[in-house]
C-alpha cells in the first residue's frame, strides 16, 4: 500500500516542485538561486503532506482485493518500526509465524485495556520485554521484512488472543495456549 501511495504521490509532488521552479526561473530570469531555494522550501512543505499519506488509513480498492474498498489500519512508520525492532530482539531465530505472534502480543496488548495504548507504552512497560531491558535491543536493526509482516499483521492477526509469551515455559500470567518454537504463548485471564 505505502508503493501505491509512492507511486502516485511522489510523482505529483515532483510535479509541482518541477513546476514551481519553472515559474520562478521562467519569469525572473535574473534571480537563479530563487529557483533553487523555491525547490528547497517547497520539498520541506511537501514533506510532511508524504508523511501524512503514508500514515493516513486510505481505503483503496485494487484487482487483488476483488475490487472491494478496504482500510489500511493507521500506524507511523516509527512505531512499525519500533515493533519490528523489539520483533528482532525477540523472536530472531524464530520462524516467520512466531515472529507474527510476537507482533501480535505487542498489537493485542495496545488493544487491551489492562496494557497501556500506545506501542511506545507497550513496549517501554517496565519488566515486559526482556530484551529492552538486557541489551539485545541494542545488537538488532529494523529489517524491511519484519516491518512488511508488522503491516501484514495489522491488517489481518494471526491470534487476536495472545498477550503474554515467554521463552523455555509457560509465563506465570495468563493462561496457557501453546507453543510455538521456544515460544510459550498465554492469553489474558
Request: proline share 4%; with cysteine.
Amino acid at each position: 500500500m505505502r508503493k501505491l501511495i509512492k507511486v502516485i504521490a511522489v510523482p505529483i509532488l515532483c510535479g509541482i516542485v518541477i513546476a514551481s521552479s519553472f515559474f520562478v526561473s521562467e519569469f525572473h530570469p535574473e534571480e537563479k538561486d530563487v529557483a533553487a531555494i523555491s525547490r528547497t522550501n517547497v520539498v520541506k512543505k511537501i514533506e510532511p503532506v508524504i508523511t501524512v499519506l503514508q500514515e493516513e488509513s486510505i481505503p483503496i480498492a485494487t484487482e487483488e482485493m476483488g475490487g472491494s474498498e478496504e482500510a489500511i489500519p493507521k500506524m507511523s512508520r516509527e512505531d512499525v518500526e519500533l515493533i519490528a525492532l523489539v520483533t528482532m530482539a525477540e523472536a530472531e531465530g524464530e520462524c516467520e509465524e512466531g515472529k507474527r505472534l510476537v507482533i501480535d502480543t505487542i498489537l493485542n496488548r495496545i488493544d487491551t485495556e489492562h496494557f497501556p495504548d500506545t506501542v511506545y507504552e507497550v513496549i517501554y512497560q517496565p519488566n515486559q520485554f526482556s530484551s529492552m531491558w538486557n541489551g539485545r535491543v541494542d545488537r538488532c536493526e529494523v529489517r524491511e521484512d519484519i516491518c512488511e509482516l508488522v503491516y501484514e499483521e495489522l491488517e489481518s492477526r494471526t491470534n487476536y488472543d495472545v498477550v503474554f509469551f515467554t521463552a523455555g515455559e509457560y509465563s506465570a500470567y495468563g493462561v496457557p495456549m501453546f507453543q510455538v518454537g521456544n515460544h510459550y504463548f498465554s492469553k489474558y485471564e
